[in-house]
């Protein structure tokens, strides 16, 4: 979420793993080996990372343990490694998550949930249909959360990842913490090929971050448990900024092909007043919006060379705090858009 989490993001729908980086892990120093674990003995950063988290407090004995059972796993660096073959379309990438069974499955998931909630929007000014979207995007309401060991994957790229090792032995450092917190096997748990786990795929110092006992049970499950899930997204959200009743985006019309003078579909926060724009022709296409708010210009390519604009307010910029990608801010905002017409459609 990068704020802590997002950060190194878990995974992209328009990604490939195409890319072997053997030869990367050699010039480290540390010859990958299939089945090979990571027990401290021969590994001085693994025993490094043990003096760290012992020192803090964790049983030296169970970590020697848990990092004993570590396996390096490739596929998770081909996987990590993965580059995009194309970047796909606004509407091929829309086209994945925006579907009937995945809209219905936001109305029962909150239908399912409704006190929570509720509670939710209450406590932290985040609609539940935002949150349902977050968590149906993210892993379809809970269905599929990953099939990686998440310890497996986490040791394999704090030691093995040729560029970003530290970030992800910080990453391996908070999942530790976080399992021996809450009395849970470290070796049981699953999630991405990059750690994060979950209901909303929280990556571990976002877990450690934001993640909430939203049903004050003593524990903050993201994984089993969807009350702690939706309070947690709810406070990811709040945290980083989120406008309790303000609007998300808007839509705009512009010229056939894009102002190259233009910075659009940039991840930050908003950066150009809309009275700049319209300068070059691109206009509000309600004619609501303020003149002097500023705006993320989004131009959003469709089937037949067409673009589509669109103006992202700040609540935008929001939801990219949690996936640094404007297209998936776009399909969280669809999807909650369609989860929230569906449950009206049925009161």
């Not at 310890?151 to 530290?166: K, M, N, Y």
């Not at 006992?213 to 903050?220: N, V």
């Not at 899930?229 to 705009?252: C, T």
């Not at 022709?281 to 060379?305: M, Q």
Request: charged fraction near 20%; hydrophobic fraction near 40%.
């Amino acid at each position: 979420m990068s704020s802590p989490l997002r950060h190194y993001r878990h995974r992209r729908p328009f990604k490939a793993a195409i890319i072997v980086l053997g030869g990367c892990l050699w010039s480290l120093g540390l010859p990958a080996l299939a089945g090979e674990n990571f027990a401290p003995d021969g590994h001085p950063r693994v025993q490094a990372l043990i003096d760290e988290l012992a020192a803090r407090g964790l049983p030296r004995d169970w970590l020697v343990a848990t990092l004993s059972r570590a396996e390096f796993r490739q596929q998770v660096l081909d996987a990590m490694a993965g580059a995009a073959e194309r970047q796909l379309r606004w509407d091929e990438y829309r086209d994945i998550f925006i579907k009937p069974e995945r809209i219905q499955g936001g109305v029962d998931f909150i239908a399912a949930n409704r006190e929570a909630f509720a509670r939710a929007e209450a406590e932290y000014g985040v609609p539940a249909e935002i949150i349902a979207a977050i968590i149906g995007v993210e892993t379809f309401y809970g269905r599929y959360t990953g099939s990686y060991k998440v310890l497996d994957s986490l040791a394999t790229l704090a030691f093995r990842h040729p560029s970003r090792g530290d970030f992800f032995r910080g990453e391996l450092a908070a999942f530790l913490e976080i399992s021996n917190e809450q009395g849970v096997d470290p070796a049981s748990l699953q999630g991405s090929y990059a750690g994060a786990m979950g209901y909303p795929q929280f990556i571990p110092t976002s877990y450690q971050a934001y993640a909430v006992d939203f049903d004050a049970d003593g524990k903050r499950d993201l994984w089993d448990n969807p009350v702690d899930a939706i309070g947690s997204v709810g406070n990811y959200f709040a945290r980083n900024g989120w406008q309790p009743g303000a609007p998300i985006y808007a839509e705009a019309r512009g010229p056939a092909t894009p102002p190259t003078s233009i910075e659009f579909n940039q991840v930050r926060r908003p950066y150009i007043s809309i009275a700049e724009l319209s300068e070059q022709g691109i206009e509000p296409a309600s004619g609501t919006a303020a003149a002097g708010a500023p705006v993320i210009p989004l131009a959003l390519e469709v089937d037949g060379g067409k673009t589509r604009y669109r103006l992202g307010y700040e609540n935008f910029y929001v939801i990219t705090r949690y996936n640094r990608s404007h297209l998936y801010a776009m399909a969280v905002s669809e999807l909650a858009e369609r989860i929230r017409a569906a449950r009206e459609a049925g009161a």
